[in-house]
């Protein structure tokens, strides 16, 4: 096993020297007060502002805890940031799928939905925005879970609901669905919440690589599935190209 | 079969965007390039022409590279762009005569002041529709004359060219001081104060007010037809529309009949509605303008409102204020709580644009009591946009034969659904969100696609509008009407500020 991470240490010592006394202190002080090189000090400190755990005073250059650490654990993107982010992208996607898209955020053990753009065929459609989905039962849900946005264990020690006979309900399932969700970067629910109704999804990324949210597509089995009730790879190709597009404008450098 | 595009110009105030689009009117492949804003004195707000038409250089390749296109898919080339902006050039040389005056310039408002003293709105208002403020050209025309020695000589002389950017771009795309188009668009021509609105041709009377030579002055064309071929950038690519921004976002929204509407919701918004084949003369403080002229159908006019503080309250909440980090925060700090506690907002920063036209204006924050919190005037500032835009659909509706029965919107604000249920509630009609936001784009690409055949009418254009997003109205009625009536008080407690 590799030992410890020496500029992690030092990033964490940083961060305790910030959180005492005054808190705000410049670059010569944090560097004295842990015995480090200037130029050390510096980029571990640059490193820590961008992501917004430190933040510098604009006009005295000191350093001080950032605004994330004081929220860590809440949702770090605000909801109607990644709304107004990814619209241009859901547009896209509605209008090359042809089917309604749907932009999921963990919220209490559900899934919020906060952004929804109709299927482009102009019938009679409601704004779905606010309402709430099961983790469980849902593409949306299952990415949630699978790349740990949410935990598991208070949808396991719950028991699942079954909404219809193909709902994951047993923890042997879920677990390996989710493995395999991993794997494949997308998840597709057919018939597990609703029977006819299916839908694909796939992870939203931010900084790092965290994913904050989800976004898929949903309608009626035939139109997202073959007739072996597989989701149509064309489809799940252009779920994934939003959701990179999205992730790319949040800041996630690798997907 | 090679799939074939139309390519869209999109130049606005901050960029110039090249955006390919398909069959289906989906977007295909952007390319974007801002350009410098040129603040040289206290009001004055210049571009630099020369600067823009080489941005324009390095878009429309990178436009079509993204989407491995070439210039033999190009069906046809739309332009859209930022109105009233005025630009001078010399014919020979095809050197601009200084900066680009945009738009936002209000270095003409003495002259304007004096104009309306002088002469009155109806002299202008009987023959271009407008009545005289900073934002249009003639003014500047004249301004220009008077700061520039021998200009006018020149211009009378036919050496210096004036146009609006649409026609500075098309001039240089068609070849140039080597035999380049000098031609503008009826929607743009409409907002120069020079073009009758009835005839759309440049109006006598308005050409000797102005003391602007017919020399210099661009053929004004309609809004679609075939005027050329590129020789630069695009050889031999069809040139096939040009409108001003707000009237192109009012054709890629499809507003075809009379009575349908478009807001276009930005910094500022831009609120159009179309007329029908006869200019309607507003008597509620709204514009007349033509909406689109297709080849040799009849022109279709429009009434315009344009509010000039919307998104930049947000932006002002978030950078002056501090209140929040991002402008789609305001949202989340307005769910805060359920209501404006009592508390409203006019931001008339630089005085009431439509339908109040007063520059003696200026903001306030009415109903401060010790239960407000952030929150509250979050809502208000968004309830701001709410109330203008139904001061001027109120105008509209009072002004045109068919009133509103649903409103179109676009631009950046429209992902605030808190704001986009409220604009639905306080209108009472439904508020629709089209699937492609690039409305201008889309709207110059339409006129140019139908130009060349691309497309074959309206109707098939309008089967490839489809909608994204709908918010239906639910305020209760007494609500809504107290409501309104506490923010006319607002308003009035606004006015009258400013001692001239």
Known sequence: MAGPVQSIERAAAILRLLAQGSGRLGLGEVSAALGLAKGTAHGILRTLQSVDFVEQDKETGKYQLGAALLHLGTSYLDINELRSRSINWADALAARSGEAVRLGVPLEGKVLIVHHVFRPDDTFQTLDVGSLLPLHASALGKVLLAFGATPLEPVMEAEPEGYTRHTLTSHQQLGRALGEIREAGWAAAVQEMIMGEADIAAPIRGQGGLVVGAIGVSGSVERLCDSRGRPDPPLVGLVRDAARAVSRDLGAARW | ?500
């Not at chain 2, 898919?73 to 010399?90: H, M, P, S, Y």
């Not at chain 2, 404006?340 to 204006?361: E, K």
């Open chain 2, 1 to 500: 079969m090679v799939e074939r595009y139309v390519l869209s110009i999109d130049q606005g105030t901050t960029s110039t965007r090249c955006i390919l689009f398909d069959h289906q009117g989906r977007l295909v492949s952007v390319a974007q390039r801002e350009h410098q804003q040129y603040f040289t004195q206290p009001g004055w707000v210049e571009h630099d022409a020369t600067e823009i038409w080489a941005n324009l250089g390095r878009i429309v390749p990178r436009a079509l590279e993204n989407a491995g296109v070439g210039p033999g898919q190009v069906a046809a080339i739309g332009i859209a762009n930022q109105r009233e902006t005025t630009v001078l050039w010399d014919r020979r040389t095809g050197v601009p005569i200084g900066n680009a005056i945009t738009w936002q310039d209000t270095r003409t408002d003495a002259l304007v002041d004096e104009l309306r003293r002088t002469t009155g709105d109806d002299f202008f208002l009987d023959r271009c529709g407008l009545s005289p403020t900073t934002y249009f050209s003639a003014p500047r025309i004249r301004w220009l004359f008077d700061h520039v020695d021998g200009l006018r000589e020149r211009a009378e002389r036919g050496e210096v060219l004036f146009g609006t950017v649409e026609s500075w771009l098309i001039w240089n795309l068609t070849g140039g001081p080597d035999g380049g188009l000098h031609i503008t668009d009826a929607t743009n021509a409409s907002r120069t104060m020079l073009m009758n609105i009835r005839t759309l041709s440049w109006d006598e009377e308005l050409l000797g007010y102005f003391g602007v030579p017919r020399a210099m002055l661009p053929e004004i064309r309609p809004s679609a037809e075939r005027y050329g071929v590129a020789r630069a950038l695009l050889p031999d690519v069809r040139i096939g529309a040009a409108l001003g921004d707000q009237q192109a976002a009012l054709f890629g929204q499809t507003c075809f009949a009379m009575g349908e509407a478009k807001c276009t919701y930005g910094t500022g918004s831009f609120l159009l509605m179309n007329t029908g084949t006869d200019p309607v003369r507003s008597r509620h403080g709204l514009l007349t303008t033509v909406g689109y002229k297709i080849g040799d159908e009849p022109t279709v006019y429009a009434l315009e409102g344009p509010i000039a503080v919307t998104g930049s309250l947000v932006q002002w909440f978030r950078d002056r204020l501090g209140l929040i980090h991002s402008a789609p925060e305001i949202e989340t700090l307005a769910r805060t709580v359920e209501d404006n506690g009592g508390c409203y907002i006019v931001p008339a920063f630089s005085g009431l644009f439509a339908p109040h036209w007063r520059s003696d204006a200026r903001g306030v924050v009415v109903g401060l009591t010790s239960y407000i919190t952030k929150g509250h005037l979050a809502r208000a500032v968004l309830e701001a946009t709410g109330w203008q835009t139904r001061e001027v659909i109120d105008a509209m509706n009072a002004d045109s034969p068919e009133p509103l029965k649903a409103l179109k919107v676009d631009g950046g604000m429209t992902a605030n659904n808190l704001l986009m249920q409220f604009v639905a509630d306080v209108l009472d009609v439904p508020v629709v969100r089209p699937m492609v936001s690039e409305t201008v784009s889309l709207g110059a690409a339409y006129a140019a696609g139908l130009a060349v055949g691309y497309w074959p009418d309206l109707e098939g254009l309008r089967r490839n509008w489809h909608r994204a997003g709908q918010w239906m109205p639910t305020m209760d009625p007494a609500r809504r009407e107290a409501e309104y009536e506490n923010w006319r008080r607002a308003v009035e407690r606004s006015l009258g500020w400013m001692r001239s």
